[in-house]
């Protein structure tokens, strides 16, 4: 690694809460807020599918099945915007271009080129709340005639890709289709216009964590300073989400089983080691929050969500963040005893992880702070004998060793030559639930165990030390 990260925050920490829509802020600055207090609230129009008629914005009567599929220009996934071409044809003597523009900007959900149907899915902070269909002008007949072709009447709710006209032609069905859900509010036979008025929802924004409303945007967000600690993570998955500080104990651990745990309901589960799949198991059915861990194996998570950690998202329950990644490390000592000591405070945990370009880490926020706690920093190990290390990567990962000696260079099983070190690596004892349990993972072999105590050799740049401040 490059650089420091911080591990371990304390002092006072800020955090932003915005709402998706211009709104109304409810707090003034100086405020104090818990996390389940409701501090602003909007009226927005939620990102929904907006139906896109290629056939009929191409001016074509019939789709063309075999040239149909070289007219579409956008894919699903594709990010466009308002008025971007999304198909185009050549049609009379001059090759003159047809174009079908996006009516709204968003991202394409899905595309039928066997139909000339495209799904959008529009920004919700661009959206409208009334579409005009000019119905008139997509059949070509007078404005005063449109009310005998209508499918629809006033008052009607329509779904996104339902018929709103029709018109019999030697040719078929000339059709218009809505291109939103939503309630069709008025015909207009002076212009043959039909307006659809979509349903708005009101957004209520929660602290989420609790503090002192230190800085406000009118119409738009706030800021929230909470005077307490700040643990970072290295995996997460779920909702934001908070509740009552739980530190579990070896017995609820180890001995528990997967029976329900009453005093787990609501809460933020804290385990200093490995979280194995029964305790995960045992969580959620105790109705647990979320569960902050030393580590724990993916496959244990992938069948506790039923999908990968890598697709997991926010759709998941309960919540999880790792504090040291996958596999089978415990949490560093000094972050275990600052959450072991906080249980019974009120937990904020956002599981938010981004790898990409602003890459975030996962993150637990806790209102307290004890005298004489340091903040926790991770830097780039030096590899001086004596030195406590962190290994961050390969077969150790997770795993604290102390360091030997440094070796100037040295072959790895890839074949890559690099800086290294001699450890001697720490059995983690304190781990809860840890893996040395069951057989150690396929590949990994019995050095790779928490419980091991061996001697490895660790490129210089898997490994980190650990230090109080940056």
Known sequence: MTGALPLLEVGALRHARALPAEGEVLVREGDLVAPDDVVAETEF???????????????????????????????????????????????????????????????VEWVSTARGEMMIRE????????????????????????????????GQEVRAGGLLAALPSGLGIEAVYAPVAGRVERVDPGTGIVYIVRPSRVRRLQAAYGGRVVAVEPGRSLTIETDGLRVWGAFGAGRLTWGPLVAASPDAAVAGGEEPEPGWRGAVVFVPGFADAA??????????????????????????????????????????????????????????????????????VDPTTQVRAGSRRPEVV???????????????????????????RGPHRGRR??????????????????????????????????????????????????????????????????????
């Open 45 to 107: 129009l939620p990102a929904s599918p907006y139906f896109v008629d290629l056939r009929s914005l191409l001016r074509l009567r019939e789709w063309d099945r075999e040239a149909g599929p070289g007219f579409v220009l956008k894919r699903p996934g594709d990010r466009v915007e308002k008025g971007e071409v999304v198909a185009r044809r050549r049609a009379g003597l001059f090759g003159e271009a047809v174009e079908a523009e996006s009516p709204v900007a968003g991202t």
């Open 123 to 154: 920004d919700a902070r661009s959206a409208e709340e009334v579409i005009a269909v000019n119905v008139a002008r997509r059949l070509g007949v007078w404005p005063a005639s449109v009310p005998g072709y209508l499918q629809v009447r006033e």
């Open 279 to 348: 305790l995960l198991r045992r969580a959620r059915a105790s109705g647990a929050r979320a569960v902050v861990s030393g580590s724990a194996s993916a496959s244990a998570l992938a069948a506790l969500w039923g999908r990968p950690p890598a697709r997991a998202g926010d759709a998941v329950e309960p919540a999880v963040v790792l504090l040291e990644g996958f596999g089978g490390g415990a949490a560093d000592p000094r972050v275990a005893e600052a959450l072991t000591r906080a249980a019974g405070a009120l937990a904020t």
């Open 366 to 392: 806790v209102p307290w702070r004890p005298a004489g706690l340091d903040p926790l920093w991770a830097r780039p190990a030096s590899g001086e004998p004596g030195e406590e290390v962190y290994i961050v």
């Open 401 to 470: 060793g102390r360091v030997l000696e440094r070796l100037a260079r040295s072959e790895f099983p890839s074949g890559v030559r690099a800086a290294a070190v001699r450890v001697r690596l720490l059995p983690d004892t304190g781990a809860l639930g840890r893996p040395d349990s069951s057989p150690p993972a396929a590949g990994r072999g019995a050095d790779a165990d928490p419980a091991f105590a061996g001697e490895a050799t660790v490129a210089l740049d898997n490994a980190v030390r650990r230090v109080a401040g940056p």
